[in-house]
């Protein structure tokens, strides 16, 4: 299983980026797929999660109204669009992945994880 996240960068407070996480390896679309990120000296930290279909989707109270999590299951990709960021939105973002959605909303449950992909956010 490999998990690539992308569209990781440095942007200014109040600015937008879109990260994409690239499956393969497993049956993308019966796996639930979450977000996270840890910023340093922290532990990492729900972000969002999304169910098979794409219908359901879970928010840490961080960043809901500014960010959206989203799947195209035909082409293995799970997105987060992020808007209005701050400066604490800055950390390294992963994607995971898990057969469970008990599971997808805590890391130290999740089957599967990228490598992540570094977001700074300039006050």
């Known amino acids: 299983v490999q998990l690539v996240e992308s569209g990781g960068g440095l942007v200014q407070a109040g600015g937008s980026l879109r990260l994409s996480c690239a499956a393969s390896?497993?049956?993308?679309?019966?796996?639930?797929m979450g977000w996270f990120r840890q910023a340093p000296g922290k532990e990492r930290e729900f972000v969002a999660a999304i169910n098979w279909s794409g219908g359901i989707t879970v928010y840490a109270d961080s960043v809901k109204g500014r960010f959206t999590i989203s799947r195209d299951n035909a082409k293995n990709t799970v997105y987060l669009q992020m808007n209005s960021l701050k400066p604490e939105d800055t950390a390294v973002y992963y994607c995971a992945a898990d057969s469970y959605w008990s599971d997808i909303q805590y890391y130290k449950k999740c089957d599967y994880w990228g490598q992540g992909t570094q977001v700074t956010v300039s006050s």
């Open positions: 390896g497993l049956t993308f679309s019966m796996h639930y």
